[in-house]
């Protein structure tokens, strides 16, 4: 038997205000520290109960994935963030999974959210975020805004591999 599955209401999105100077930011950003890093707190604005945030860009000098944005500012990236990243990145697919610890105190579940972005069949970021317990509507929108900004990174990318094309 099939059951139906309820689309979460717009009136259920809670308003979202962004403060501008971010997003200028992110418009005028030249290096990919200060994009991604504009990017991620943007993000940590739109997505509601952000506890921790990274961006991982793709090193095509090493091969790796190095950090290129933490938040908050003064966090260290969380192994468990990294790991879930490295487990998008390899699956080239979104990742949902429970937190490692309870970063609260509520004992409440917070959630991992990492998303890869592909271009040209290579990923080339994760972005990664803990959720203190969302709902699955909550969950839901999360996921949506994160896949819309993320052609926000493919833009980047794209500029920079422009850029290098010209010189």
Sequence with gaps: MAR???QPHL???APVRIDPELWRRLAVA????SFCDSWLKVHAGLLPGVQHGLVLDLDEGCDEYVVAAVWPDDDTPRPDLVEAA???AGDRQPL???AAG???????DDVILAYPLTVDGTVRTVAVF??????QSTLHDAMNRVQWGSAW???MYLRRRARIGES
């Design 153 to 155: 990174l493919e833009v």
């Design 102 to 108: 309870d970063a609260t105190g509520t004992g409440q």
């Design 11 to 13: 009136s259920a999105v």
């Design 30 to 33: 030249e290096d990919r520290e």
């Design 130 to 135: 803990e959720l203190q317990s969302p709902s």
């Design 86 to 88: 490295g487990e998008a």
């Design 4 to 6: 139906a599955v309820s």
């Design 96 to 98: 949902i999974m429970h």
